[in-house]
């Protein structure tokens, strides 16, 4: 089977493949970079009130200085820039067995329903069904009118089917919703935690997909572009698999773990860097197995927005097109972690800089 679906199917088209050279570069508008950082405990509860001194951020595993630094109440938030953190839930019925979606709904209507259905955070629905995204994505606070909205949704057929003839398709339609839902909130103030319900798109890694080099071509770029647009949209990506007892495959589920090194070139990239659970953690989130209460996995990933930190930072200019650098904050206080953005792509100055012409008389 020809990986080329994955850069040609009708769904991707052209917007895949932006020209890798005229990439502008992260946060044109100020040339920052800027970090949400969550700091928790040992029992992974988030910590509040520390101080810039507290914190060191290493790139390329080097000390790099801050250029600001603000902590921030996720729930209250810090003014007109910094509002309360937005959750979006998203049900994917389009890469989820029906068995396991129509149990998945019953328990995220019953999380929606808790404390008679009051939230802690603007909260927005939505069902991916393969066909579009439906639900109610203007945030509300009410959790019994998503509850209502959520049994509302018909989500029946598969409507494009779960083999893998159609694993391309898929894979190309959910990074193409993903996509979607960064670029709207991409113009939104403020951070998002987007809460990604799913057994997750296809890895394609599969012996009898076979890739060309167009297709990492585009692969690695579809790396660059959604890591970066992840990042400057200020969306933390966690994603939790409702599990099945009686058809999870343990091994498959945790194959990911395989890909969460970063990507630095298109020679080292491979199909399963761009997995939901590797996409999540890359941007700061977690990959969660639910063999149990969906609900209760929904609120611990929400009550990590409880309290964060905002760092910017000057980029690093890059010696090449899209040079990958790691990134890492260390916390100066025992038994603290950090967690942020894995890294970010850096590209270099001459690219964006016109040469003065010369004009003779």
């Known amino acids: 089977m020809p990986a080329s679906a994955v850069a040609e199917s009708p769904q991707a088209a052209d917007q895949t493949r932006p020209a890798l050279s005229h990439r502008p570069p992260p946060n044109p508008a100020e040339g920052q970079i800027k970090l949400d950082v969550l700091v928790t405990d040992d029992a992974g509860r988030p910590v509040a009130g520390l101080e810039e001194k507290d914190f060191a951020l290493l790139d ?15 729930v209250l938030g810090a003014g007109p820039g910094e509002p309360p953190v937005q959750v979006i839930l998203l049900v994917d019925v389009a890469n989820t067995s029906l068995r396991v979606v129509a149990n998945e709904r019953y328990q995220i209507e019953g999380f929606l ?14 069902v991916f069904d393969g066909r579009g995204v439906k639900g109610l994505p203007e945030p509300t606070m009410d959790g019994n009118l998503l509850a209502d909205e959520l049994n509302k949704v018909e989500t029946t057929i598969h409507s494009i089917p779960m083999t893998i003839e159609r694993d391309a398709d898929r894979l190309t339609l959910s990074l193409n919703t993903l996509q979607l839902i960064t670029d709207a909130e991409d113009k939104r103030p403020g951070r998002t935690i987007l809460i990604w319900i799913g057994e997750g798109w296809p890895m394609l890694e599969n012996s009898r997909i076979q890739f060309t080099k167009h297709d990492y071509e585009v692969q690695f770029d579809r790396v660059v572009t959604t890591s970066r647009g ?12 409702p599990v099945d007892p009686g ?13 969460l090194k970063g990507v630095p070139s ?17 941007s700061g989130g977690r990959a969660l197995v639910a063999p149990g209460d969906l609900g209760d996995q929904i609120a611990g990933c929400i009550a990590e927005a409880k309290s964060y930190y905002t760092l910017t930072f000057d980029p690093a200019a890059g010696k090449h097109v899209d040079e990958y650098h790691e990134l890492a904050v260390d916390v100066d206080k025992p038994g603290l972690k950090a967690r942020t953005s894995a890294g970010y792509y850096a590209e270099p100055t001459f690219l ?7 004009v003779q008389h």
């Open 60 to 74: 390329n595993k080097k000390p790099r200085p801050l250029l600001s630094f603000r902590a921030v109440d996720g």
């Open 113 to 126: 329903r808790r404390n008679g259905g009051s939230l802690t955070h603007p909260t927005s629905l939505m």
């Open 230 to 241: 992840l990042r400057e949209a200020r969306i933390t990506l966690y994603s939790i698999y």
């Open 247 to 259: 058809t999870t495959d343990e091994p498959r589920v945790q194959h990911y773990g395989s890909f």
């Open 266 to 282: 298109v020679n080292q990239v491979r199909p399963g860097d761009l997995a939901l659970p590797v996409l999540a953690i890359h």
């Open 352 to 358: 964006f800089t016109l040469p003065a012409l010369s």
